[in-house]
Structure formats: C-alpha cells, structure tokens
C-alpha cells in the first residue's frame, strides 16, 4: 500500500494546474483510488483498496469560504489555473472565494468533482491522460 511520503513526493512535482494529469497517473500507480481534498485547511484523505486510508494534515489556517458558490466564476478561474497560470496556493484560495468546500478525485473514472459548502456538486470534469 501506499504512504503519504509517497504521496508527498509525487505532489512536490505538482506547479500548477497543468501538472495534474502526471500527479494522477502517479498517484494511480501508487495505489490511490480516490482522494477528497478540504479547501478549508487543506487536509486530504486518500482512500485505497480494502478501505485503505492515508490522512494528510491541514496545510495551512482555516480559509474563510463564501456562503454561496459562483459557478461562473470558479469555472473561469478553473480553466486559468489548468492552463498554469495559477499556483496552488492561489487556485486553493480561489476556490475558498468562489464557494468551493471541497474537490474528489476518482482515479478509477479519472474524474475530479468539486463540491459547496452544502454538499452539492458544483462541476465534474474528465482528468485529461
């Protein structure tokens, strides 16, 4: 099974959003078959085979995050930050602004699905191979 410094290795080659389809192919080789990531401090759970699961620590302090999602918006800036010209601080940020709660990542249908504060999906896009 996987452990997080494996994780953390693969992740310290991620710059941008352009570097995500590499971070999945690695995190599938690992063993990861999904993961669920909190905008709210940055902690990541990463669930393998056999309810396997790996917990990754907050990251940095609790982001405030806006009652209500603005679609529009987060989908703009998401395609900007996919493009690479945003960082991951910034993308993390900007989710937080937008209503983002959190995003998951099926390795399996190589899908990443982002969700608001209320649970509902927001977008769900095919991760590029």
């Known amino acids: 099974m996987f452990t997080l410094d494996q994780i953390t290795s693969?992740?310290?080659?991620?710059?941008?959003?352009?570097?995500?389809?590499?971070?999945?192919r690695?995190?599938?080789?690992?063993?990861?078959?999904?993961?669920?990531?909190?905008?709210?401090?940055?902690?990541?759970?990463y669930f393998?085979?056999?309810?396997?699961?790996?917990?990754?620590?907050?990251k940095y302090e609790a982001l405030s995050k806006a009652k209500t999602v603005n679609i529009p918006l987060f989908k703009s800036e998401l395609i900007a930050?996919?493009?690479?010209?945003?960082?991951?601080?910034?993308?993390?940020?900007?989710?937080?602004?937008?209503g983002i709660e959190k995003w998951e990542v099926n390795l399996e249908k190589l899908t990443c699905t982002y969700f608001d504060i209320a649970g509902n999906e927001v977008v769900t896009e095919q991760i590029p191979t």
């Open 10 to 24: 693969a992740h310290s080659l991620v710059k941008s959003g352009a570097d995500f389809p590499p971070y999945i």
């Open 26 to 45: 690695d995190l599938k080789a690992l063993g990861v078959m999904n993961y669920i990531a909190f905008v709210a401090d940055g902690h990541i759970d």
């Open 48 to 58: 393998g085979a056999e309810e396997y699961l790996v917990q990754a620590t907050g």
């Open 81 to 98: 930050h996919q493009q690479g010209k945003t960082d991951y601080p910034a993308f993390i940020q900007m989710c937080a602004e937008t």
